[in-house]
């Protein structure tokens, strides 16, 4: 018996063994294009959703013709705001947020990496005044690098790598 066939939008065929299904959500927030393997810190710069009760559809690793690999998050019930989106892009910088209503997308977010950060990372230099004195120096990063994604500190110029800003969101 072989596997079954199936016709796609774009009148390409494909079967079973490539396709991958995942249901549509009524409404909600379908975030793509997220860089393989950070699904996981994507939800947890969310909130971590499903412990709320929203139901979470999450792939892995798939194939992408754009990125070699990516992740796709969907959450059903969750529309992610502006702000979540801006510091999605800390996390995911070319990812793209639909947001679902009556199983329509009726808007398409982009995340972009902000210029400027404030009180957002903390500096990892022991002798900034950001850290110094957090009371009196909010940290302020500026953004200096998006492929990967770097901030440099405003006050002592230290620079923080995409690891060290994922850990610090994540």
Known sequence: MGAATTTRKDGQSS??????LVRKIPDGSVIDHIAA??????????????????TIAMVMNVTSSKMGKKDIVKVEGLEVSQEQVQRLALIAPRASVNIVRSYRVVAKRNAVPPRTLRGILSCTSPTC??????????????????????????????????????????
């Open 37 to 54: 393997g950070k699904a996981l810190s994507v939800l947890r710069l969310l909130g971590n959703p499903q412990e709320n009760g929203f």
């Open 129 to 170: 005044v950001s850290v110094r004195e957090r009371d009196s120096a909010p940290s302020i990063f500026f953004l200096s690098g998006r492929s990967p994604l770097r901030y440099r500190c405003k006050y002592c110029g230290t620079e923080l790598a995409e690891k060290e800003i994922i850990s610090q969101l994540g």
């Open 15 to 20: 079967d079973d063994h490539t396709t991958m």
